[in-house]
């Protein structure tokens, strides 16, 4: 990965990456959402003899001189607007069942784009160390992220591959320091060492589509 130099205070200012840490569940106004992954983390936290910990999911809005961006995984069915800056999907479960919209998420890199549930963010948006560079590669590298099986995990790691796996993998992959990244208080994310782990193994944005259900172990959903 190349090492990036020193930032000028002009491209400070021509650029921005905030990272937004969402509790799971925010905006459901169902809580069906929010009671599962309780009911999962306190399963994971009795097999782990540790407290029960809140979730969250990631989502990121990168500013690159003009243009503003938002960067998320949601579901690929029931999106009321065409265009929202769609560049990968990935099956869910199984990859067999992705051939179904109602199996398959969606990687979106949505210019002029919202994070539906931003306000709900814990600690409101954390403003990450960046450069014109860096915030260029992270956008140049969404349509690029490895869109494995959602909820499984494929590399063999004790985590899934899901929306933090996309946040943790384009933070690395594009340079920015993704040790100085914290989470909120007695929070956790699944997902995201998955994320940071195939961003080690890759050192570029080599898709990894050829890794199949077979090498793959099935675990529990989360965001």
């Given amino acids: 990965m190349p090492v990036p130099g020193p930032i000028s205070s002009s491209d400070s200012q021509a650029a921005e990456v905030l990272l937004y840490w969402l509790p799971l569940g925010a905006g459901d106004n169902t809580h069906c959402v929010r009671m599962n992954g ?4 306190s399963m994971h936290a009795f097999i782990e003899r540790r407290e029960r910990c809140d979730l969250y999911h990631s989502a990121l809005a990168v500013r690159s001189g003009d243009a503003t961006f938002t960067i998320e995984m949601g579901p690929a069915w029931g999106n009321a607007l065409s265009d929202r800056g769609v560049v990968g999907e990935g099956p869910v479960g199984l990859r067999l069942l992705g051939r179904s919209r109602f199996f398959r998420y969606e990687v979106r890199r949505w210019r002029s784009g919202l994070i539906p549930d ?12 960046t450069d014109v560079i ?12 490895p869109t494995l099986t959602w909820g499984r995990d494929a590399l063999k790691t004790e985590d899934m591959w899901n929306s933090n796996s996309l946040t943790s993998w384009l933070l690395a992959t594009s340079g920015h320091d993704v040790d100085s990244v914290r989470m909120p208080l007695h929070g956790r994310a699944p997902g995201w060492s998955a994320g940071l782990e195939m961003a080690a193994h890759d050192r570029g944005p080599r898709r990894r589509d050829d890794m199949r259900d077979s090498r793959e172990s099935p675990t529990h959903p989360s965001p």
């Fill in 134 to 145: 860096r915030a260029q590669k992270l956008l140049d590298l969404a349509p690029q992220f």
């Fill in 38 to 41: 309780r009911a999962f983390e």
């Fill in 118 to 129: 931003a306000a709900e963010a814990v600690g409101g948006p954390i403003r990450l160390r």
